[in-house]
């Protein structure tokens, strides 16, 4: 009986050492493969948040420059952190023929379009450091690594009720909350007339 045991133990020992040296590598490459299959997926989906909202769309666009974006850098006075002051970036861009108002939104791309600043029927086109008022800016502030901040400034013919989108979070519907700003009245569009886009990257440092 003793010996039988032994025995059994014995092939028993041999299965785990011939699963170690085959099975346990395919299982192990599984789960790698499994893990990497859902990065891609994660990188796939910030690729369909990231890209561009007006690709296509046929609209003019404007320049948008800021005194506070040096080498495609946001300077550190305009984050919400340890060092920075918590202020919107200075903005400029020249008038737009036939607009009655302008919509900003400045979003983190890197963070599924989270919104730091949104401010609707803007009437002004040079915007000084530190103009919108708290309720409307949050300055970046980056969990960790670099992220890219993109500011869209949106030309409109008439004022809106409210530019559409979750201040301070995440917004999976961007893209269609910007559009929204070209509807006229319900089934009627037209509203949107040009948009200028300004990048910077800000990496986290305290």
């Known amino acids: 009986m003793k010996g039988l045991k032994k025995l059994i133990m014995c092939c028993g020992l041999m299965g785990v050492l011939l699963l170690s040296a085959t099975g346990c590598g395919s299982l192990g490459e599984t789960a790698a493969q499994s893990e990497s299959t859902e990065e891609s997926k994660?990188?796939?989906?910030?690729?369909?948040?990231n890209s561009a909202i007006f690709e296509g769309s046929g609209y003019s666009t404007f320049e948008v420059t800021s005194e506070d974006l040096h080498d495609g850098v946001w300077d550190t006075v305009i984050t919400n952190t340890t060092n920075g002051s918590n202020v919107s970036p200075q903005l400029s861009w020249e008038t737009v023929p036939g607009a009655g108002c302008y919509v900003i939104y400045m979003v983190d791309t890197t963070a599924g379009n989270w919104i730091h600043w949104k401010s609707n029927n803007v009437?002004?086109?040079?915007?000084?450091?530190?103009?919108?008022?708290?309720?409307e800016y949050i300055g970046p502030y980056p969990p960790g690594g670099t992220h890219d901040y993109k500011i869209y400034v949106v030309a409109i013919k008439e004022p809106v009720e409210r530019a559409k989108g979750a201040f301070n979070s995440t917004n999976e519907r961007f893209?269609?909350?910007?559009?929204?700003?070209?509807?006229?009245?319900?089934?009627?569009?037209?509203?949107?007339?040009?948009?200028?886009?300004?990048?910077?990257t800000y990496t986290h440092g305290d």
Do not use: C, F, H
Not at 126 to 135: F, M, V
Not at 175 to 197: C, F, H, Q, R, W
């Open 42 to 49: 994660i990188l796939i989906q910030n690729d369909l948040l």
């Open 175 to 200: 893209k269609s909350n910007v559009m929204a700003l070209d509807e006229v009245t319900e089934g009627a569009t037209g509203n949107i007339l040009a948009y200028g886009e300004i990048v910077g």
């Open 123 to 135: 009437t002004e086109t040079n915007l000084s450091r530190g103009w919108a008022p708290k309720g």
